[in-house]
């Protein structure tokens, strides 16, 4: 994974959102002006062999794409790691920088997309780009679960699974919050759960509460745990 990573942070294959994210980084937001922003293709983070994989969409301009850690400094991260932690699988319930001390033993979360795209929205063709790195990283950490963050990666995790040759069930399932899929052909059975992404337009309106999320973790560690035994 280390040498995956390497490459990725290095990645210019998507013109628009090589433009986007530098130009990000060198205009900034007037509240961070005094900070240097990431502006590269940002690296999933967490756990090298982890039992659970998160998969969000893409890096947020101002934050992850401003720190260089997923879901890191912006209210998305403050959800994510705030029920992570409360459910036992992250060290703190904040996420501020990638010197913060944060710590995942268990997971790790990537994206569909690793590079900031404008009005959070990459274009088909970018996400059909990026969805080699996605390829790679499943394949070779092969975990317990993955938790797709809205029907964006939902559909993303379903493809690379069939693009790596796990059992995808046809007609592919549809994406809901809490929907499971369970691949039984694997070598250990395999849990997907969906999961609203804790975007403001989710949490600000009440469409994901924070119990929600959280019994979406739970229901993760439960079936990591039972495939450990
Ligand atoms: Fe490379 Fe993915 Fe960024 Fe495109 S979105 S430039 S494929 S890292």
């Given at each position: 994974m280390a040498d995956i990573d390497t490459r990725l942070v290095q990645c210019r294959a998507c013109p628009r959102l090589v433009t986007w994210r530098e130009q990000v980084a060198r205009d900034k937001r007037a509240s961070y002006r005094d900070q240097d922003y990431w502006g590269a293709p940002v690296p999933s983070f967490g756990?090298?062999?982890?039992?659970i994989l998160i998969i969000g969409l893409a890096p947020g301009a101002h934050g992850a794409n401003r720190?260089?850690?997923?879901?890191?400094?912006d209210r998305s991260g403050d959800w994510l790691f705030g029920s992570l932690h409360r459910v036992g699988l992250?060290?703190?319930a904040t996420s501020t920088?990638?010197?913060?001390g944060q710590h995942l033993d268990r997971v790790r979360i990537t994206a569909a997309v690793h590079c900031a795209p404008p009005d959070n929205k990459p274009t088909p063709q970018e996400g059909a780009t990026c969805a080699a790195w996605l390829d790679r990283e499943v394949a070779l950490l092969a975990p317990a679960v993955l938790i797709p963050l809205g029907g964006i990666a939902w559909r993303a995790t379903l493809a690379t699974l069939s693009r790596i040759g796990?059992?995808?069930?046809?007609?592919r399932p549809a994406f809901a919050h809490g929907a499971e899929v369970i691949l039984a052909g694997t070598v250990a059975p395999t849990l997907i759960i969906g999961s609203y992404h804790p975007s403001q337009q989710n949490t600000f309106t009440g469409r994901l509460t924070e119990r929600m999320l959280d019994a979406v973790f739970l229901r993760a560690r439960e079936h990591a745990d039972a495939s450990r035994g």
């Open positions: 756990s090298a062999d982890p039992d720190t260089g850690r997923m879901f890191t400094g992250a060290a703190s920088s990638r010197e913060d796990w059992p995808v069930p046809r007609p």
